[in-house]
Every structure is written in structure tokens, then in C-alpha cells.
């Protein structure tokens, strides 16, 4: 049987016992998937590229402590949040105060243009998708996180449960409060 085809768990034993390119294939396998998820943390191209090769690194440093019990995928996807929130609890926010001349002139707040009436046009014309990804945008992480992966990646509510590692009832009640906004949200 060819690497591609074994289960994620076959491909964590054969690199334990010395298959090196058993891991590339675990890497080859959810660098999309990780990325993705890191970007919704972070919404920063450079910053998503950055923080999901340190997932990689630190799933190869630990994979020989890797508990088999476990879904490789999960504890994958555990690493990759736990690793894009220390990421942001690192981040400093950039001030406005920090563009304002000696005399206190705010360069960079006064040049911004008002896009207050273009954004009501382009609002206007998105199509279901695009209103729906906007909306999603605008709640917060973790109800995002959690409505993401149930629906675009198809997790279970344990699935999402063992990625994040939070209680199963926790995940369920960020579900439901999750879609309530978003019902709100596109009603508006």
C-alpha cells in the first residue's frame, strides 16, 4: 500500500519507526486544511504562512509523544489553535497615535478616504455568498471557528470538540449562539 493511501495514524507509526517521508505526507496532507484554519484566527496571509509552518515544526518535534488513542487530526488541529492564539495574545495593537506627527497631526486617520457610501454600493450587489462570508467575518472567533468547521469542513460537534479542546456542551452552545447571530446579522 502507498503512503497516500494510509490513514493518518499508519503514517504517525511508520514515522516512528524511521519512515522520514511518512511525515511529509502528513504535511502534504493538511497543510491546506491547517492554513485555512490558522487564517481564520488571524486574517493575515504572511502572518497564517508564518504561524502554520511553526504547527508543522512543533507536530514534528512532538510527534514521537503523539498519543495513538487519539485522532492525529485532531490533535493536529489542537496544536494549530493552541499555537495561533498564543500568536495573538503576542500581537500588539497597531495605534492611530502612532501615525500622528510631533504636532499631532493624525497623517494616516485624516488621508483615509469616507468609503461609507461605496460600501452600501458594493454591499448592495454581493450575491447570498458573499453577504453570508461578510457576516461570518464579523462574529466573533470562536462562534466563527466553530460554524466554519462544521460547515465547510464538515466536523462533527466531537470532531470540533477534541480539535479546540473544549467541553462538547461548550461547543454546541457557541454553535447555536454562532447561527442566532448570523440570522440576526443577515436579517439586517
Known sequence: MERNELADEQLVVRYRNGDEPAFR?????????????VHR??????????ITQDVFVATWKNLRRFDE????KT??????????????KRKKPLLFSQFETAEGDGGLA?????????????????????????V???LGVMYRTVIEMRYAKGYTFKE??????EPLHTVKSRHRRG?????RLLSD
Open 25 to 37: 505526507v502528513l504535511v502534504e496532507r493538511y497543510l491546506a486544511p491547517v492554513y485555512n484554519f
Open 41 to 50: 484566527y488571524i486574517e493575515n496571509d504572511g502572518d497564517a504562512s508564518d
Open 69 to 72: 488513542d487519539r485522532q492525529f
Open 75 to 88: 490533535w493536529l488541529f489542537a496544536i494549530a489553535k493552541n499555537t495561533a492564539l498564543n500568536w495573538l
Open 110 to 134: 485624516e488621508s483615509v478616504a469616507d468609503t461609507t457610501q461605496a460600501s452600501e454600493t458594493l454591499a448592495s450587489r454581493l450575491d447570498a455568498k458573499h453577504r453570508l462570508t461578510s
Open 136 to 138: 461570518l467575518g464579523s
Open 160 to 165: 470540533i470538540s477534541d480539535s479546540l479542546g
Open 179 to 183: 447561527l442566532q447571530a448570523l440570522k
